[in-house]
């Protein structure tokens, strides 16, 4: 299920919970959030940046979805095929 940051839209009326930014998992059939659980007060959903390109791992992926191979040199000369 997606999770999804939310932030109280007044910090001033806010809890120590919705105050700064937490996140709910929401399933798709649910409406979004629009109070903190724990105060009753109004949040807003914040936009996630997108998650491709932050982690080295996503971009091996990439690559290797786009049929490139990545060696690691092990020696001199010597190339291990890690895929
Ligand atoms: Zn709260």
Redesign the pocket.
Known sequence: MPVYDYR?KNPEA??????DRFEAVRSLTQEPLRT??????E?VKLISAPAIGRSKSKLDDRAKAAGFHKLKRVDQGAFEKLY
């Open positions: 109280a806010a809890c120590a919970y919705c105050r903190c659980p724990y105060c009753g007060a949040v």
